[in-house]
């Protein structure tokens, strides 16, 4: 296992442990994949995430091996169809957070979409939040069913189950699980008060071309020269101070 898997490895359980620590989600209910390299990495089946070490999570090749093999002490999540079809079909897909976070699952319940009550729908591709529809727990119907909604969307609801964000990287991913329970609970609660003003397709996208410098960004790159400069200024010896009078 080199350096950087082990690395994808940790931070696989470091979030599995604050999304239940944070409320986002509860017991062993949701799960976490990874994309490394030509393989995804994801959480083991009925594993409590406070007992869950790094050699513990189950590796799967993405393409060409038997569809569903896996390596690892432990048999994946039993919801890896949609987590590897995710993969498989969305090469632009690094992470996938799958929860089943309260005002998300309520809604789900309910099978009510989000629309777009808020501007940070615009994080999700578009101007709403589709409820797949209902399939039980690790088939592939499900896993059709969540490809659908996801369409186009970085989220989706799961009919009586819960959601699904899908990011970049895993970092991404987790980001969008948190604002897709905050737009959630921020609509369920704007419905007690009536009917919600829902914002047009301009004015998302809008937003949406406002977040090329917001969220998460990658770092930037220190210009060449001035890295060249750094290394030179290292090399350069040091003058040394006249003792002549």
Known sequence: M???ERQLREAIVAK???MNASGLNQGTSGNISARYKDRMLITPSATPYDAMKPDMIAAMPIDGKEYGSWEGPLQPSTEWRFHLD?????????GVVHTHSTYA???AIARKPIPACHYMMAAFGGNDIRCAGYARYGTKELSELAL????GRNGCLLANHGMIAVGANL?????????LETIARQYYLSLALGAPHIL???EIAETARGFSTYGLQPPKAKPAKARLTTAAARK???KKLSTKR
């Open 236 to 238: 350069r010896p040091e």
């Open 148 to 151: 659908a909604a996801l369409e």
């Open 105 to 107: 699952t309520v809604l």
């Open 2 to 4: 080199t350096r950087e």
């Open 200 to 202: 047009g397709e301009e």
């Open 86 to 94: 995710i993969m498989r079909g969305r090469p632009d897909v690094g």
């Open 171 to 179: 970092d991404k991913a987790m980001w969008l699980a948190v604002e």
């Open 16 to 18: 599995c442990r604050w």
